[in-house]
C-alpha cells in the first residue's frame, strides 16, 4: 500500500522567501510523485510530477521538487515566494499498474506581505 | 474551452433525497475519476473508470453509483443522502498510458451540503 506524509499543515513565509513544503512517501514499488496545488474554491492543478527519470523535477511557477529515494522524499521548494502562492498544495504517489493517486492531507501555505 | 467541467457547482439539499453530479471532458481522455474532499481537505479517490469501465471501486456506500454514458463523461448519483456526504466532489481525467500514470486534469469541484 502506498501513503503520502505531508509535515505540516500550515506554512507560513514572506513573500521573497524560500518557500519548503516536505512530503515523504511510503510505496513497496517504485513510485510515480506528484504535486498539486488548489487555489481557494478551485480544482487541482499539476505543479510538477517524478515519473524515474531525472530526481530533480522543475515545474510551473518556479517551484522544483527533489527526488530522494535514500529518505523517501519529495520536497517542494521555491527560491522566493509570491502572494500568489498562497494555496493549498498537495503531494500525491502512485504505483506504476494504475493511475490511481493517493493524497496527502496537504499543507496550506501562507505568504505575508 | 472548459477542460473538465461539473455541474453544478453548488448543491444544497435535505437528509434524504437523492441527487445527481455531472462530469464532461474534452480533453479526449479514456479515464476519469471522482473524489471526495472532506471538511479538512483530505482527498480520496471514490471511482475510476477507463472507457466506460468500472477499474476502481473504493470503500464507498452503494448509495453512490457512478454512471459512465460514453468515455467524455462520468456521472455520480447519490441516493438518500446523509449529513456525512457533505463534501467537495471532484471529477479528473487522464489518458490512458502503459508509461505509468498520466497527468490527471480536475474539475472545479461541487459543493454537496445535505441539510
Known amino acids: 500500500a502506498q501513503s503520502v506524509t505531508q509535515l505540516g499543515s500550515h506554512v507560513s513565509v514572506s513573500e521573497g522567501a524560500l518557500v519548503l513544503l516536505r512530503c515523504n512517501y511510503s510505496s513497496s514499488v517504485p513510485p510515480y510523485l506528484f504535486w498539486y496545488v488548489q487555489y481557494p474554491n478551485q480544482g487541482l492543478q499539476l505543479l510538477l510530477k517524478?515519473?524515474?527519470?531525472?530526481?530533480l523535477v522543475k515545474g510551473i511557477n518556479g517551484f522544483e521538487a527533489e527526488f530522494k529515494k535514500s529518505e523517501t522524499s519529495f520536497h517542494l521548494t521555491k527560491p522566493s515566494a509570491h502572494m500568489s502562492d498562497a494555496a493549498e498544495y498537495f503531494c500525491a504517489v502512485s504505483d506504476q499498474g494504475y493511475s490511481t493517486l493517493t493524497f496527502g492531507k496537504g499543507t496550506m501555505l501562507l505568504v505575508s506581505p | 474551452d472548459t477542460a473538465v467541467s461539473q455541474t453544478p457547482k453548488y448543491l444544497v439539499t435535505q437528509m434524504g433525497n437523492d441527487k445527481s453530479i455531472k462530469c464532461e471532458q474534452n480533453?479526449?481522455?479514456?479515464?476519469m475519476y471522482w473524489y471526495k474532499q472532506d471538511s479538512k481537505k483530505f482527498l480520496k479517490i471514490m471511482f475510476s473508470?477507463?472507457?466506460?469501465?468500472?477499474?476502481i471501486n473504493e470503500t464507498v456506500p452503494n448509495r453512490f453509483s457512478p454512471k459512465s454514458p460514453d468515455k467524455a463523461h462520468l456521472n455520480l448519483h447519490i441516493n438518500s443522502l446523509e449529513l456525512g456526504d457533505s463534501a467537495v466532489y471532484f471529477c479528473a481525467s487522464s489518458p490512458f498510458g502503459t508509461g505509468g500514470p498520466n497527468e490527471q486534469f480536475f474539475g472545479p469541484g461541487t459543493r454537496l451540503t445535505v441539510l
Open positions: 473508470y477507463n472507457n466506460k469501465e468500472l477499474i
Open positions: 480533453l479526449g481522455h479514456d479515464t
Open positions: 517524478y515519473t524515474s527519470a531525472a530526481t
